[in-house]
């Protein structure tokens, strides 16, 4: 079952991925365009839309943010020049920095910003959380915007500033204003790249140019914050599904950057003088198996229960990476490595897998036979193969199941639907997330159990609700952690998801490269210069 990548395709392929895909025509000058392999297909242009991470790269590119993380993870200004908090902490006043433009050269202004706002928070678990406390969002001036309170709530700053999707991007208000659960059409930006979409070949490539409207920040580049400088032209993702394709390129030159080479491959990749080979995300990814409370089996609690006995994380993280080097078992909801990871209420992860017990509860929940449908993504290695251990391993406990098989884009696509399995809806598909975000009860639109409010899945407790609600009101970070060892316990027994290991992925990239910056979740491309 595990895939492998014990072969290179000769340069003629590689070449021929390039030469002949559609819409391919003179290039700005090859020292000053880097051609990348990111993790998949982008079939979403709205980053507010989806949590899809090839759509938050996306819109890194085109939007800027009102915050960002810099590399210690702390929250810096970045289209904000300077803000403040009332005495009685009910009101903060932003004020955005000089020269800020959209791409199409008109001004970005506090009325933008107010409309952006409002609609990432329509749709991201944070944002929500933090509009419960809201009593309003104003222009004050052009230049300065104001957030009234209901309540103190100090995570407003963290979540403007927080990588994980969505983003908080600020886009023209005209955009802004389009229905939270429509797509936006236009993509007229506020970030350091255009999205060149009469260049852009759908299923091909994507092209993005240096934005002559962008003014950097000021300072030295630092995470997401710091001054965003762009020195190349053109980024272009090219869309390659097969990863000896992309490798063959990678060494040919015929790419600059590798996202997701294959683990297997990495020490011969090491070896080559002319690839760097790199892990930008040292917090890591964790796998995630998303069940949906919508519809037998794992509308009963049982069901769920059973996924966690069934599970052997070992299992998923050896099919994919191979190296343990690269990888580590996890029972935290909240990660490894980071500061809420804890072991509450985790016997039944120093136990898994138990077949047996798997068995016992399905059997409890009631389950029918009916077929149980796993959304399989086939162009991403660990979601491919996670998907068919998850198949077997039901099977083998007794349960009918049927693989619903796509690309990454088909699932993201589908997982959406909220229809019975057997009328396009589904009972379990395959993502991951970053580490960093799983690691916050708040920022992780996963993290919560609000039902059909929520994300994908649609979990439901009132008692994690009541939970994150304590955890964001804790006043240091030792009342947060002993909040967290509470959602925890809570959590293993409703069953929100199941994690299914945590990973560094390394990115592999040509040498002449230089100033590709560490940021979790998020691969920009502002800095980097080609030699």
């Not at 902490?89 to 020269?99: A, I, P, Q, W």
């Not at 990476?321 to 990660?335: D, E, R, T, V, W």
């Not at 009918?400 to 809806?425: E, F, I």
């Amino acid at each position: 079952m595990r895939t492998t990548r014990r072969s290179f395709l000769q340069t003629t392929a590689a070449a021929a991925a390039l030469t002949q895909a559609p819409g391919l025509r003179a290039q700005p000058a090859a020292g000053k365009t880097i051609r990348a392999v990111m993790q998949g297909d982008l079939r979403s242009f709205d980053p507010i839309w989806t949590t899809a991470n090839i759509t938050a790269y996306h819109g890194t590119m085109i939007y800027d943010t009102l915050f960002a993380l810099d590399e210690q993870m702390k929250a810096q200004p970045q289209m904000v020049s300077r803000y403040g908090l009332s005495d009685d902490k009910l009101t903060y006043t932003f004020e955005l920095r000089d020269g800020l433009k959209f791409s199409d050269g008109s001004p970005v202004t506090a009325d933008d910003v107010v409309a952006s706002i409002r609609r990432w928070a329509a749709r991201d678990g944070g944002g929500q959380h933090m509009m419960l406390r809201v009593k309003d969002i104003s222009k004050k001036d052009d230049k300065t915007f104001t957030i009234a309170l209901k309540e103190p709530y100090g995570l407003v700053v963290d979540l403007m500033a927080k990588t994980t999707t969505p983003m908080l991007f600020i886009m023209r208000k005209k955009e802004a204003e389009t229905d939270p659960m429509q797509q936006v059409t236009a993509y007229i930006g506020s970030g350091p790249f255009t999205f060149n979409q009469n260049e852009t070949k759908q299923g091909a490539r994507y092209v993005y140019d240096k934005n002559p409207n962008y003014v950097p920040r000021e300072g030295t580049p630092s995470g997401l914050a710091g001054a965003k400088v762009v020195k190349v032209d053109r980024v272009i993702y090219e869309n390659m599904a097969d990863s000896q394709t992309a490798l063959a390129a990678l060494q040919n030159g015929e790419i600059d950057f590798y996202e997701l080479p294959p683990i297997d491959l990495l020490d011969q990749l090491e070896g080559d003088r002319n690839i760097k080979v790199e892990v930008l995300n040292q917090t890591g990814n964790v796998g995630w198996m998303r069940l949906n409370f919508l519809h037998p089996p794992f509308d009963k609690v049982e069901a769920r229960q059973a996924m966690l006995h069934l599970i052997n994380q070992e299992e998923y993280m050896k099919a994919t990476f191979g190296n343990p080097k690269y990888y580590k078992k996890c029972g935290s909801n909240y990660a490894c490595g980071t500061p809420m990871e804890n072991d509450e209420n985790t016997a039944w992860f120093k136990e898994a897998p138990n077949p047996a017990k798997a068995k016992e509860l399905l059997q409890k929940s009631g389950y029918d036979g009916r077929p149980i449908v796993i959304l399989h993504a086939t162009n991403i290695d660990f979601m491919n193969n996670a998907a068919q251990i998850t198949a077997q391993r039901l099977r083998e406990i007794g349960a009918n199941v049927q693989l619903a098989t796509s690309d990454w884009g088909g699932v993201v696509t589908r997982r959406s639907v909220k229809t019975a399995p057997d009328q396009g809806g589904w009972n379990i598909f395959i993502t991951w997330a970053g580490g960093a975000s799983v690691g916050n009860p708040i920022a992780l639109a996963g993290h919560a159990a609000t039902g059909d409010k929520g994300w994908f899945g649609w979990p439901i407790d009132e008692t994690n609700e009541k939970l994150r609600d304590k955890w964001a009101a804790a006043a240091t970070p030792e009342e947060q952690k002993a909040v967290a060892r509470e959602l925890q316990r809570n959590a293993w027994n409703f069953v929100p998801h199941v994690w299914l290991g945590q990973w560094v992925s390394p990115v592999a990239y040509r040498a002449n490269l230089r100033g590709v910056l560490k940021i979790p979740e998020i691969i920009p491309f502002w800095n980097i210069e080609k030699a």
